[in-house]
């Protein structure tokens, strides 16, 4: 590298919304600190961003990344910062998942009018969500109360999201504690879901930071930025996700967690949930076991999990993923 290389921004690819521009934000931080180097934002629109159709039906799976993977291949950002729950579980072999950073809150928590929480939500309260997951879940959970809930499918940012509980059309929306953290409306959480409850999707709350794979030194450089034990974590949740063959936008949950305290970890659990979003039938098993030695490790957990659930019944449950 001469000097002009060595002083020259990096570019940092991002999504013009208000989450995106916080993880960026954070990540360029952490990047200018780690390589002493300035790093310059640069805004791509996806089409997850522009287009008015219901997730679910555009497919889910990347559309909020290909636009950013598209501008790394072309040169024109150096590196981009994505909410790994939205990235395709298949990684291109031209793209390098370069850090993994330690991963935050993954927990889905309830934005409700009145400071309600699920349990004092009137009977019948809208409860707004776009994502099947969340309603197989919710859904199933009200059932186990003996109540009645209807889940009001919504997108849009998460302003947007909130905006109808306090515009008054919605009793409660559902949004992911860490995307309200990095925008600093933790606050407005009235309730956190507990992962007994509802389990998040798999790789919430982590994000990941790619590069393209011929930029070997500056994905070495990105990787001091890796949570090896988050990495591990995500790893088994989403080699879960795809050995259930499910895309994004279906009911999938998956939790990895690590047992014993800080100093001595020594298991790590990895849960998984899929149903029908009516949430009249959900599949949820759990495995414990040793922390997997390697990424091929954590894999093959989730592969066995995905495996089992299958067994169990889990086939005839996403069929109903195009609903
Ligand atoms: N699908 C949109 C999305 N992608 C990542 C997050 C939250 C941040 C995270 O999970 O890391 C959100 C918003 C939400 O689900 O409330």
Redesign the pocket.
């Known amino acids: 590298m001469n000097d002009t290389t060595a002083t020259a921004p990096l570019r940092l690819g991002t999504r013009r919304s208000k ?1 995106a521009m916080a ?1 960026s934000g954070m990540v360029a931080e952490s990047v200018r600190q780690l390589t002493g180097r300035p790093v310059e934002l640069v805004e791509i629109t996806t089409y997850g961003d522009v287009s008015r159709e219901a ?1 679910a039906q555009i497919g889910g799976t990347g559309v ?1 990344v290909s636009a950013l993977r598209d501008a790394l291949l072309a040169g024109e950002i150096d590196f981009a910062v994505h ?4 990235l395709p579980t298949s990684q291109p072999d031209d793209l390098a998942l370069a850090a993994i950073p330690l991963r ?1 809150d ?1 927990r ?1 928590v309830l934005v409700a009018r009145d400071g309600l929480t699920f349990e004092t939500l009137p009977e019948g309260a809208r409860i707004g969500t776009g ?1 099947p997951r969340r309603m197989a879940q919710l859904n199933a959970w009200a059932h186990a109360l003996g109540r009645r809930i209807e889940t009001v499918p919504i997108r849009g940012n ?1 302003d947007t ?1 909130i905006g109808f509980v306090t515009g008054g059309e919605l009793d409660a929306v ?3 504690a ?3 953290n ?1 925008i600093g409306r933790i606050d407005e959480a009235t309730q956190f879901l507990s992962s007994d409850t509802v389990l ?2 798999p ?5 990941a930071i790619e590069c393209a794979m011929t930029n070997a030194p500056l994905a070495a450089t990105l990787a001091e930025l890796d949570d090896p034990r988050t990495r591990l974590a995500v790893t088994a949740e989403r080699s879960l996700l795809a050995a259930l063959e499910a895309g ?1 936008s279906a009911p999938v949950g998956a939790l990895a967690d690590f047992q014993g305290d800080d100093r001595a970890v020594t298991e790590m659990r990895l849960r998984g949930v899929v149903g029908t979003t009516d949430g009249s039938t959900l599949v949820q098993l759990s495995t414990t076991g040793p922390v997997p030695a390697s990424d091929e490790d954590a894999l093959a957990l989730g592969r066995a999990l995905a495996a089992e659930m299958l067994d169990k019944g889990a086939a005839g449950l996403m069929g109903e993923r195009a609903l």
Do not use: H, M, T, Y
Request: some cysteine.
């Open positions: 989450l993880q997730l909020f909410s790994l729950k939205d935050e993954p889905d994502s998460i999201r559902v949004l992911a860490a995307g309200l990095r998040p999707a790789g919430q709350g982590a994000l994004c």
